[in-house]
Each structure stands twice: as C-alpha cells, then as structure tokens.
C-alpha cells in the first residue's frame, strides 16, 4: 500500500517536472523581416502566413513585417503577394526569435502575362506597375499608355487614337511625366487624334511606372492633377526586341559593356496608323509618317558616382486630303443625314528633340546629390485650307413608308472655309539640384531647379461660313435687289491673327521630409511633410504649396492600412493658357490653384487561395484661379480674359489580383463630379413675338427687349464624365499557358459639349456614353528544346480586335446652320472595329 502511494507520488512529481517542458512548448516563435524585390526596394502589403494554418499577417509600407506562431519542429512560412512568385520557407526546430529577409522574384512563367506588378505605396499616393510585357496588350495607341488609361482610380479617356488621359476632373495640361528625373513636355499646337503621333514612353524600355492621381508628394512639380513618374530598365544582359504589326515597327536593344559599368538602351519606333484612320467618317488619302528615336545610356564612374545621357527625337507629319463624308445623327424621333464634300488639304509637322544629362553621387553617409540638365526644343507647324460644302436633309423614319430611310426635306446647305497658317518654336531648358539624405528614421528631399522657356510664334486662323447667302457683303449681292446699299465686309466667323517672341524664367525648388514611427501594440504610421515655392516671371508671381500626407498600419490588422494628404497645388501659365481665341497674348494670368484633400485605404486578402487586394480613395477637390477652356478634340482652348472656381469630389474603388491563378487582372469604378462658375457670366433666353422660348445665346450688348438674363452659377466643366469604368482581364487555356487572352473593357458617361464662337461658350448638351471593348489573343511559338527555341528569348503572335463590339463613339461635333440659323452638332466618329496582327520576338 505505501509503495502504491509512493508512485503515485512520484508520477505527480514527473509531472510537474514535465509541465515547465510543455509549457515552453507551447511558447511562440517571433519572425521578423523585410521583403523586397530583386531591386532591393521594399514591397508593401505582401502576404505571410503559416501553411496549414490561419496565422497570417502583411509587410507594412516599408516591407517589414512581424509575425507570431506556436512552437513547432517543422514550421512552413508561405508569402504571396501580387505579380511575384510565391516562395516558401522551411524552419526547422526554430528559435523563439528570428530575424529573416526575403527577395521575392517577378511572376516569370510560362504565362506572358503584362506582369503589371501592381503596387500600392500607399503613404507617397502611389499606383506601382511594371509593364515589362505590355507590347501583348490589345491597342490602337501606345501599350504604356493604354495601361495607365486601364488603371482606373480618377483616371479618365475617351479616345483611343489618343495617349492623352485626364485625372478627376482635370484636363491634359495638369499632368506631369518624368522619365528618370527628366520631365518630359508634349506638342502643343496637335488639335485632334488623327494628327497625334507617339507619345515618349516605350514599353520595350520602361521598366516601371509611379502613378498617383493627386495629393502627391512636394518633390513633384507644379501641376494640379496627376504625376506619372517612369523608370528605364536597368539591363543586366543584352536583349533585343523585335515587334510588328499593322499599325507599327518597333526595335529596341538594351545591354552593358565594360563589366557592367555601361549600360545603354536604345529605342526606334516607327507607326502608320493609315489602317485605321481608313474607318474614320470623313474619307479621303491619309498620309500619316511617323518615327522616333530614344536612348539612354549610363556609365558608372566609380563605386559612388554614375552619369547617365538621355536622348529623343519625335518626327511626327500628318497629310490629309478629305474628300466626302456622310452621316446620320440624331434621335428616334427626329433623325437628320448630311453629305459633306471637301476640297483642300491639311500638312502637320511636329519635330521634338530631347537631351538630358544626369550625373548622380552617392556619399558613404546616405547622401545621394542629382545635378540635372535637361533641354526640349519643338518645331511644330500647321498648314491648312480646306473648303467644305454640305447638304442637311431629314431622314424618313416611319418603318410602314415606302420611302423609309430616305432623304426628305431639305434642311440646310451651305459652306466653310478653314485656312490656317500656325507655326510655334519652343525652347525649354533647365538645370536642377536635388539632394537626399537619410538621418535616423527621416529621409530629408531638397531641391532646387531654374528654367528659361522661349517662345516664337506666328498664327494667321480663320473661318469663313456660308449658309443660304447670309454672309454676302452687300444685300446688291443677292438676286432680286437692285438699289444701292451701304458695302458690308465680309464677317468671318471666327479670326486669330499674332506674332510674337517672348520668353520667361522660372526659380522654383523644394523641401520635403517623411519618416516612419512605430508604435508599441498599436501600429505604424508614416508621415510626409513638404513645401514647394517659386518665382515665375511670365506672371511676375511668386508660388508657395504646402502638402502633407500621413499613413497608419494598425496592428491589429496589418492587412489594411489607411491615407490622408492634404495640399495645395499650383500650376503657372506655359503658353496655351495665355493665347485668346482671336491671337491676343494675356500675361496676366494667375497660376491655377487646385486644394486636395484625399482620404484613403487599401486591404489586402485572399480569395480562392490566391492573393487580392481593394483600393479606395475619396477625394474634393477646390479650384480657384482658373481659366475656363473648352475641349474639341483633343484641342484645349483657354479664354484667358475670364476666371472662375470650382470644385471636383468623387470615390474612386479598385480590385486587383489573380481571378485566374498566376495572372493580374482588375476592375475599377470612379465616380466624379466637376463644375466651376465662371466670374461674370451670363445669358440670356430669348422670346418670340408669341412670348415662346427661343434657344438661348451668350451675348454681351444689345439685349434685346423680349429677353430674360440669367445667371447660370455653377456648370458642368468640360471633363466632368460622372461615372468611369475599367477592366483589364487575362486568361489562358487551361494545362495550355501558351495560349493566352487579354480583354480590355472601358465605359465612361458622356460630357459635356455645346457650340462655341469667339470669347463665348455654352455646353449645355452631353456626349453619348464611351464604351469599347479590345480582345487579343496571343500563341507562344517555338517552344521546347528546339534549336530555335534556345535562341530566342520569346516569340510570339497575338491577333487583335479592337473595338468589338462595334460601337461607333463620339470624339467631337461639326457645327452645321440651317436656313432658319438653328445651328446642329454632327457627329465625329471614332474608329470602327478593326482587325490586328502582331509579332514579338526577343533574343
């Protein structure tokens, strides 16, 4: 009995023994570390989780992250994130604190995906994407700019012959682009999309691309809507690409020399987008010859300093001989068809030229010194007398008629004239300092540039319409009339006549400072703190834009982080905001100013297994200062003798990640509203003798006695498109990745439009909604370990329809008066469907 209680005893006290062991057992492991990409840039809001578990977490902005699980001999650290590989990491009977980074690779299967290695750094505003095989993306335009008019968040287009987008609200002037720390400026007399040629981007040299839609960071330069910030590819081994098409030819070469202490890039592009122009309305011969060459070569000096050479040239001539055009407008009820003819030609000419020159020093003590000289030259010239005639009839549209479909009563006919003869010399040129230095946790930006831009310009424009004889100079002049009347000149409707030389400098720089705090048990928060300031002697003002923007990861829930920035945002006159509709030169412009406010938040997830991740952002926006303009086209024209203030509000929603596994896609929906109310205006609507309302008109004297004035407040600015959305989707056949799809999906409501006439505007009318639909379907040829295979780094063939849906989309409207001076907007049509073939290869 007492040997049977003394191991009983025994047994409690093994174990107690034992209860310290199981109960460091199930003590937790700690791992902490930084993710990045093979660049060594940290990547935010990646995925880590225990395999076979439900203990996950998420990187912070700055890459870091920290992560706690039970004890275990064998633990399985899995991390995904989107457009990156998964990479898995065996711990083996781990201490209770670790310390780990990991380099994750790019997404480089057999899947030739865009790799749109979408990021969000959500603390800068920042959209991150890294077309690196953009060329397989279905488009009429540029694969880079496509891209970005996909992404969504604020981002807006409704052109596809165009690489100009719009930003919440905003127009094409307001965005600015870097490439490499260069800016990079545009044509500026191009007046439609037929006549624009190939933007500065070329997906086969970028490597990728920082995009914010507003509030962004003060070391960005004065504009008030958007910053697209692109970085070349930096080449580790030589690679020369190949691509053909329909529409365009495409070389590129990247490689290094010297043991990797040169590198060199170099880009010529050649594009005839005669095929489609083929289906615009207005036939005719175009002669489109468009061309351009880029490199950008680096060579570094020793182990702290490099020096890098930019060059561009842009050769851009536009043809055009129209001949006949027909169409039917209208509604249901009431349908119209009209027949142009023309006589005359239009010959374009834009020439840009680009040179950088970059030198970079980086010091032992996280100093990094920028001396950045940068010159833009552009030689643009626009010639062009075309005479058109046309004849409005009405359309039968009563289905039981025998005469349905036919032409009825004759509702107009008559006559305009275009003669221009517009020629603009540009010259820009700057030297800029920048400075980054790193103390503790602050990363402290300077910057300061000077910049002269020269002017030489020379405008002769006019416009002469004929409708039934209104505008004969005398009454004498029209049959039936025999007695002498005072001579009447001709009254054209509209007349620019100027010639000037000018030129103006600009001081302008920057202070910036952003550090990252940590709080115990409660989250992380980066802060961003900056001001720019300037002189601009074009308007003799001086600028100052305080910005601010702050972002906080809570601890509790690392797969979510949340943004606020506020700023002011100016943007001084270049040379379009000062030129009056009839040639005059206004230097008392004011910089345009632009106040945002930004609330933010993004969370990351999963789905299916699979890595997903939403983006919002609301967003008002309050605007004063501004100069009023109308779009037509892709022409922007300001009335710089007049002011107004506005606002732009709206939320812009995204989600991204793989729908299909291994492969990006994403669907955005923003919705917008802009308005201004411009100072002083008015109109007034007009009676008859029955006191009926007739269609009102802006005016300025003579108001006639059966009128009512009013005053119209706040109305609709020119990009106020309500309702935008996007979709970029890939597929591929299952256990057949070589074959692959890509869809592009975009729909944006109308805007707004209205007749214009010298110094006044009405658009009280709203353009059909846009909505386009291109698919593209790809094949990976010579695959295996075929002799050819092992030659060539890629070889594909991807077949486009673009437009499949056939939807007939409106770009602009000609004026047309009938013989009761009604006056009527047709239609311009952008392009039908259309079918491409194109070739890739890399070697």
């Known amino acids: 009995m007492n040997i049977t209680i003394m191991s009983h005893y025994i047994r409690i006290l093994i174990l107690l023994l034992l209860l310290p062991i199981s109960t460091w057992a199930q003590e937790k492991v700690t791992l902490s570390g930084n993710i990045k990409n093979a660049n060594n840039e940290p990547i935010p809001f990646a995925n880590i989780g225990i395999v076979n578990s439900n203990i996950g977490t998420a990187t912070n902005i700055n890459g870091y992250f920290e992560i706690s699980f039970p004890y275990r001999d064998t633990v399985i650290i899995g991390i995904s994130t989107v457009g990156y590989e998964r990479f898995y990491d065996t711990l083996i009977k781990p201490q209770k604190k670790l310390n780990r980074d990991y380099i994750l690779t790019t997404l480089s299967t057999l899947l030739p995906q865009i790799e749109v290695t979408e990021q969000v750094d959500l603390a800068k505003g920042i959209q991150r994407l890294d077309p690196k095989k953009g060329q397989l993306l279905p488009t009429t335009g540029g694969q880079v700019e496509t891209l970005i008019k996909l992404m969504g968040m604020g981002v807006q287009s409704s052109n596809e012959l165009s690489s100009q987008y719009s930003v919440r609200g905003g127009n094409y002037d307001e965005n600015l682009v870097y490439v490499n720390d260069f800016e ?72 290094t020399l010297f043991k990797n202490k040169f590198t060199y890039l170099a880009g010529f592009r050649y594009k005839t987008n005669k095929y489609i122009l083929k289906s615009l309305p207005t036939s005719g011969d175009y002669f ?56 005359g030609a239009e010959k374009n000419l834009f020439n840009m030229w680009i040179g ?125 009339y025999t007695q002498t009347q005072p001579y009447k000149p001709l009254e054209l409707y509209e007349f620019i006549k100027n ?106 997830f999963q789905a299916w297994e699979r890595p997903f991740k939403f983006v919002t952002e609301a967003y008002y926006k309050y605007l004063y200062d501004l100069i009023p303009y109308v779009v037509d086209n892709i022409r922007i024209r300001y009335l710089p003798d007049q002011r107004s203030k506005g606002y732009a509000t709206g939320i812009d ?77 890939q597929d591929y056949i299952p256990n057949h990745p070589n074959f692959k799809m890509n869809l592009a999906l975009q729909f944006g409501t109308g805007l707004p439009f209205g007749p214009t006439s010298n110094k006044k505007y009405l658009q009280t009318n709203r353009t059909s909604p846009y909505r386009r639909v291109d698919i593209g379907f790809s094949a990976k040829l010579f695959t295996g370990d075929s002799k050819v295979a092992k030659a060539l780094k890629e070889c594909w063939i991807s077949l486009e329809v673009l437009n499949l849906l056939q939807i007939r989309n409106v770009v602009s409207y000609t004026w047309v008066t009938d013989v009761n001076g009604r006056m009527y907007g047709v239609p311009n049509y952008l392009t039908d469907r259309q079918i491409n073939l194109k070739f890739i290869v890399k070697f």
Not at 658 to 679: H, N, Q, R, Y
């Open 653 to 729: 929603l995204k989600l991204y990640g793989e729908f299909v596994p291994d492969v990006d896609s994403w669907i955005s929906v923003s919705v917008m509203k802009t308005a201004e109310d411009i100072i002083g205006d008015y109109y007034y609507i007009y009676y008859n003798s029955e006191g009926e309302r007739i269609i009102p008109n802006y005016t300025l004297n003579n108001v006639p006695v059966d009128s009512e004035k009013v005053m119209p407040g706040y109305i609709p600015r020119p990009g106020d498109q309500r309702v935008n959305i996007s979709l970029f989707f």
């Open 499 to 604: 010639k000037q030389t000018t030129a103006n400098w600009i001081i302008s720089g920057y202070l910036q400072d952003s550090w990252t705090k940590k709080f115990e048990g409660k989250g992380t928060m980066t802060t961003i703190l900056g001001v720019r300031g300037g002189y601009y002697s074009i308007n003799n003002t001086f600028m100052f834009s305080p910005r601010f923007s702050i972002s906080y990861t809570p601890e509790w829930q690392r797969l979510m982080a949340f943004r606020f920035s506020l700023g002011l945002y100016q943007q001084p006159p270049f040379w379009k905001e000062m030129v009056g509709w009839d040639g005059t030169i206004y230097n008392d412009i004011p910089n345009q100013k632009s106040v945002h406010a930004v609330v933010g938040m993004e969370y990351s």
């Open 356 to 480: 950088g020159l970059k030198w970079t020093y980086i010091t032992d003590s996280n100093t990094i010194f920028k001396t950045i000289f940068n010159t833009y030259h552009s030689d643009e010239q626009e010639i062009f007398d075309v005479l058109s005639q046309y004849w409005m009839h009405t359309l039968e549209i009563d289905y039981e008629s025998e005469t349905f479909g036919r032409e009825g009563e004759l509702m107009g006919i008559g006559s305009y004239l275009n003669h221009g003869r517009n020629y603009l010399d540009l010259q820009v040129a700057y030297l800029e300092e920048k400075i980054s230095h790193k103390i503790g946790n602050h990363n402290l930006d300077f910057g300061i540039k000077g910049q002269g831009n020269w002017f030489d310009f020379k405008m002769r424009e006019w416009i002469y319409m004929d409708s039934a004889g209104y505008s004969l100079p005398t009454i004498t002049d029209s049959i039936g």
């Open 184 to 255: 990079i400026y545009r044509p500026i007399l191009t007046r439609s999309s037929e006549q624009e040629g190939l933007s500065f981007l070329n997906s086969d040299l970028i490597g990728s691309i920082d995009f914010s839609s507003g509030g962004f960071e003060a070391r960005y330069g004065d504009k008030m809507s958007s910053v697209l910030d692109a970085t070349y590819l930096r080449p580790t081994e030589k690679i020369t690409t190949i691509q053909a098409s329909l529409l365009s030819t495409n070389i590129s070469t990247i490689g």
């Open 288 to 343: 489109p010859k468009i061309f351009d060459f880029q490199t950008y070569l680096t060579y570094q000096i020793n182990k702290h300093s490099e020096i890098a050479v930019l060059g561009y040239w842009n050769y851009n001539q536009f043809t055009f001989y129209p001949k006949s055009r027909e169409t039917s407008f209208g509604t249901i009820s009431e349908t119209y068809k009209i027949n142009m003819y023309f006589e």
